[in-house]
């Protein structure tokens, strides 16, 4: 059963970079059924995909944030990483980590980022 877990820094000020990691057990992040993904459900909007890793280590973003944001993983770790620079109040949310496997997706339990001064 594969199993994630987000970690990172519940309050960030406006236009630092957000960075959280996802934990991974259950599975390699290098194993080629799984592609890897950040998505986020701003207060009362649904759930938006930021972007994701293959086992290949290919990245994919979404177009609206492409700019401000870089995925990566520590394979020693079996960790995946998400950078989101010039952050604003409007990138306060929850924060998954999510794989993908054929049909099936597993979720971490998500983390709440806070961007205020």
């Known amino acids: 059963q594969v199993q994630l877990q987000e970690s990172g820094p519940g309050l960030v000020k406006p236009s630092q970079t957000l960075s959280l990691t996802c934990t991974v057990s259950?599975?390699?992040?290098?194993?080629?059924?799984?592609?890897w993904n950040w998505i986020r459900q701003p207060p009362g909007k649904g759930l938006e995909w930021m972007g994701g890793i293959s086992a290949s280590a290919t990245t994919y973003y979404s177009p609206s944030g492409k700019s401000r944001t870089s995925v990566s993983r520590d394979t020693s770790k079996n960790q995946i990483t998400l950078q989101l620079s010039s952050v604003t109040p409007e990138d306060t949310a929850v924060y998954y980590c999510?794989?993908?496997?054929?049909?099936?997706?597993?979720w971490g339990q998500g983390t709440q980022v806070t961007v205020s001064s």
């Open positions: 999510n794989a993908n496997r054929f049909w099936k997706n597993y």
């Open positions: 259950g599975a390699s992040i290098t194993d080629n059924d799984y592609y």
